[in-house]
């Protein structure tokens, strides 16, 4: 019987790429660090495995276990989120157009304007959230539409199934970026993308103690080719304790996400009436613009909220430094609370306000975070 099909979430995470080790029974699966694997006298790789670079067995699982996840047919793992994410732009042909989110994380704008675009990819950023702009965005040669939802760090919603359409009716694929929603939360395939990125770095890994990607596939096709001649050349794989590493953090996944997208909820509401606060963008909140969208498309409205404060940075960071459970850290998905003064992580033409902070809410408990933010804000 598949494993994935109706399988819950919480499941498939403990099962799906999980068997006991056939040598031992171990039910922990062991770290393969060996890079080389032996042939059969008649030269054949009976077991599957020929050189670390190409397939290790700890990688297979997680690869099986993503795909679950993701209910994708295929996924290749990749040693970060932006090594997946190159994946993904450089499957595409030089003279491709790719169309992205203004707001598309820095990194892969970064990637997109200043090692792919001097490659011969062509580049457009638009709102996403403007279906009429995306389409105005289209050309014939674009290949791809790049999503991510929600966004950094304003927390936009993109309806996935409205960019679908048009992707496909342009005859381009849709990749979103699915870090900050997680399979957890949303369906991103089932809601018509073609292709899900993670940085596992994030949610998947969830302890802020490994760096990782994955590509997931909705179909095996010859873009799916394209991802795992990309993964065995240009070799961005992770190491065996990495993907086991991940392994171990997604067992917990769907616990972990569900109580933090509550802690953040109710941090949003309490941060929504606080005197000290301009604005709070929270896609659980009913006055987001993308409320509505995210209702439909996610299950809870994830972990991640940002806060601008009355005042401009000094004020935002002086309550950053009050901050008792808030690590001053960029990053996020992890156990543990963290809190960003965002502009000043960026570049410095970002358009991020001044007096904004991204908070990345853990697993703490939600009174003993909100009693935090209180203070700090208070001063
Ligand atoms: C962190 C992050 C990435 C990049 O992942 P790395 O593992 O740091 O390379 C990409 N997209 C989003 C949305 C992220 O939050």
Redesign the pocket.
């Known amino acids: 019987m598949s494993k994935s099909g109706k399988t819950h979430i919480e499941t498939l995470a403990v099962h799906a790429g999980h068997e006991p080790d056939p040598a031992t029974g171990a039910v922990t699966p062991p770290i393969h660090l060996s890079t080389t694997f032996q042939r059969d006298i008649d030269g054949a790789y009976p077991r599957g495995f020929m050189y670390g670079r190409y397939d290790n067995p700890n990688r297979h699982m997680l690869e099986a276990c993503l795909a679950e996840l993701d209910r994708a047919e295929a996924c290749a793992a990749f040693g970060?989120?932006?090594?997946?994410?190159s994946a993904v732009l450089q499957a595409l042909k030089p003279g491709d157009h790719v169309v992205a989110p203004l707001d598309v994380?820095f990194?892969?704008a970064k990637l997109l304007k200043e090692v792919l675009a001097p490659w011969g990819l062509q580049v457009s950023f638009t709102d996403l959230t403007d279906l009429d702009a995306l389409k105005a965005a289209m050309r014939p040669n674009t290949r791809l539409i790049w999503a991510?939802t929600p966004s950094?760090p304003l927390l936009k919603i993109t309806d996935i199934a409205a960019v679908a359409e048009i992707a496909h009716a342009a005859g381009a694929r849709l990749a979103c970026?699915h870090?900050?929603a997680t399979p957890v939360l949303s369906d991103v395939l089932g809601l018509g993308a073609d292709i899900a990125?993670h940085?596992?770095?994030?949610y998947l890994g969830g302890h802020s103690d490994v760096?990782?990607?994955a590509v997931s596939l909705k179909r095996a096709d010859e873009f799916h080719e394209r991802i795992r001649l990309i993964q065995g050349s240009m070799g961005g794989v992770p190491g065996p304790f990495d993907c086991w590493l991940l392994m171990r953090g997604i067992k917990t996944l769907a616990l972990r996400v569900r109580a933090q997208s509550a802690n953040a909820a109710s941090i949003a509401e309490f941060l929504a009436g606080h005197p000290m606060v301009e604005a709070v963008h929270y896609p659980g909140l009913p006055d987001h613009p993308g409320h509505e969208i995210a209702r439909r498309q996610m299950s809870m409205f994830g972990a991640m909220l940002s806060v601008q404060v009355k005042g401009g940075q000094a004020e935002a960071m002086a309550a950053v430094a009050r901050s008792r459970l808030f690590t001053r850290a960029t990053?996020?998905?992890g156990v543990e609370s963290l809190i960003e003064h965002r502009k000043s992580n960026e570049a410095p033409d970002s358009a991020t306000p001044d007096n904004l902070l991204r908070v990345s809410v853990g697993i703490e408990h939600a009174d003993d975070l909100i009693a935090d933010l209180d203070q700090a804000l208070r001063g």
């Open positions: 970060s989120g932006q090594a997946a994410t994380y990194g892969t991510e950094n970026d870090t900050w990125v940085a596992t770095t994030k760096l990782g990607g990053s996020l998905g």
